[in-house]
């Protein structure tokens, strides 16, 4: 088992910044790929980013590429999520996910953490 707390969310103005953090225990977490999540109200679970298990592979989706940031510390059994140049189209609940595989795909990854509030104001 591998248990995940986010951590770092809240309220910020458009334009700002945030850093997510994602918290591992339980087993090796440095044998997992790690995405990130977001589900906004009335809509689907959407893929943000992931981070292969070394750190060497990041994928991104389009809408934040350019904009945020992954990056892990094995040592810390932490991922984080940077997030600059903030919009109102950001807001949601950020989830983050630990798997075997590196892929968009929210249904392959087996641990997920509870998520985090992230709101940006206009």
């Known amino acids: 088992q591998v248990q995940l707390v986010e951590s770092g969310g809240g309220l910020v103005q458009a334009g700002g910044s945030l850093r997510l953090s994602c918290a591992a225990s339980?087993?090796?977490?440095?044998?997992?790929?790690v995405g990130w999540f977001r589900q906004a109200p009335g809509k689907v679970r959407e893929f943000v980013a992931l981070?292969?298990?070394?750190?060497?592979?990041?994928q991104y989706a389009d809408s934040v590429k350019g904009r945020f940031t992954i990056s892990r510390d094995n040592g810390k059994n932490t991922v984080y999520l940077q997030m600059n140049s903030l919009k109102p189209e950001d807001t949601a609940v950020y989830y983050c996910?630990?798997?075997?595989?590196?892929?968009?795909?929210?249904?392959?990854?087996?641990?997920w953490g509870q998520g985090i509030q992230v709101t940006v104001s206009s």
């Open positions: 996910a630990a798997g075997r595989k590196e892929t968009s795909i929210a249904t392959a990854y087996e641990y």
């Open positions: 339980g087993r090796t977490f440095s044998n997992y790929a």
């Open positions: 981070i292969s298990w070394s750190g060497d592979y990041r």
